[in-house]
């Protein structure tokens, strides 16, 4: 790697020792961005700030947050992730400066805040024809990697968790009722997901591909005779494949099956905390990102919403007041509940102001109230 030239700058040769430090191990690109890092940073200081020449003259205003400013005017625009990259260094680089000094004030010039967020990606469910069309491919192949993609297109699961599927995944749960058990994946969570005929006739098939091998030997349903990584870049390619067979142009994933998933439940009636089980999510921002939500779909909730108003306030199980009601925690929870619906109902009728905004509050807290006693476990004597 060529090196560059110091910067005429006072704190130049402590900020390059400090880079110089903190990527000893690390590769000769990351090395590269720690120095253009404080070339920037210093050529700021150099041309908006020429009296600072000690570090303990930085301040994060007007210094630091001058460079982040700057940087956000850049014409052309620096993308998000570049911005981000140097603030990081650069708090990295002060904060070895800080402890090397002992000027602990250098370690809170910056903060995690000042990391500009990454766009939002939109979901990217398959479009009806793609589906369609891909599905079809994949049904004529009828191999084992086609139906291993129309297993995960129809479940919703992550290709790894497909590729890691234990021979006897899919288990019963009643009278007509099946689920494939996923096994530790991402989240290092497992679940059941629910599956109708068409996924285990999907599976017996899978079953029927694999060579008469002992299930001792060998028990994933997609047999292990390589490394897992290169069974899902097979897997991966052989999707490439279908979807050029189908005659489709756009550079599609299979990942892009699981979004479609996700929206096809949304669309069917599944809930959105059900949308989340079905795909092992644990925050309901990873989901939203799954679904793909149109104006059609915003139509139709607000109709069944309009068909059934009473949602809005449930009706709380009657409840007489008498001194024979019983003295537990079920009837104590439908006084609450009783109490809210006509505290509710009273702050509707009120006009917006003072007094509707206190009966608000104290809803709160019976909401609160209602939420810790159902925790408890009362036992009668």
């Known amino acids: 790697m060529r090196p560059h030239r110091p910067f005429d700058h006072p704190l130049g040769p402590l900020f390059a020792r400090s880079a110089d430090s903190l990527t000893t ?47 956000r005017s850049h014409l052309p625009p620096l993308a998000k992730i570049t911005i981000g990259i140097r603030v990081r260094y650069l708090s990295c ?10 000027q602990p004030a250098l370690a809170h010039l910056l903060s995690r805040a000042d990391v500009p967020r990454r766009d ?30 129309l297993l995960q297109r129809h ?5 790894g968790e497909c590729i890691d599927l234990a021979l006897d995944c899919l288990r019963p749960l009643g009278p007509d009722q099946w689920a494939v058990l996923v096994p530790l994946g991402k989240l290092k969570t497992e679940r ?4 109708d005929a068409v996924v285990r006739q999907i599976l017996e098939r899978l079953r029927s591909l694999r060579a008469p091998v002992e299930p001792a030997s060998d028990p994933f349903l997609l047999p292990r005779k390589r490394a897992r990584e290169t069974l899902i870049r097979r897997v991966r390619a052989s999707f490439r494949d279908a979807v050029n067979a189908a005659g489709i142009t756009t550079r599609l994933v299979p990942h892009q099956n699981r979004h479609t998933y996700a929206t096809e439940m949304l669309r069917s009636g599944v ?17 939203l ?19 059934h108003p009473r949602h809005l306030v449930p009706v709380p199980r009657g409840l007489s007041v008498s001194h024979s009601a019983p003295a537990d925690l079920s009837s104590l929870l439908n006084a609450i509940d009783a109490t809210r619906h006509i505290l509710e109902m009273l702050r509707r009728s009120l006009p917006d102001g003072e007094q509707r905004r206190a009966l608000g509050r104290v809803g709160n807290r019976l909401v609160k109230m209602s939420a810790q006693l159902r925790k408890l476990a009362i036992v009668p004597k």
């Open 25 to 71: 191990a690390l590769s000769d690109g990351t090395r590269r961005s720690y120095q253009a890092t404080l070339r920037g940073f210093l050529r700021y200081l150099n041309s908006h700030h020429p009296k600072i020449r000690r570090l303990s003259q930085l301040r994060r205003d007007p210094h630091v947050s001058g460079w982040l400013a700057d940087m």
């Open 93 to 102: 680089m002060l904060e070895d400066l800080a402890w090397k000094y002992q």
């Open 120 to 149: 939002q990606t939109l979901p990217r469910p398959l479009l009806p024809e793609q589906d369609q069309l891909i599905q079809k491919e994949l049904q004529r192949r009828d191999d084992f990697d086609s139906n291993l993609l």
């Open 155 to 159: 479940t919703g699961m992550r290709l």
């Open 192 to 195: 059941l997901v629910p599956v």
């Open 271 to 287: 809930s959105f905390t059900g949308i989340m089980q079905l795909l092992g999510h644990t925050s309901p921002q990873m989901t």
């Open 289 to 307: 990102r799954y679904l793909e939500i149109t104006q059609p779909d915003l139509q139709r909730e607000y109709h069944l919403a309009l068909a």
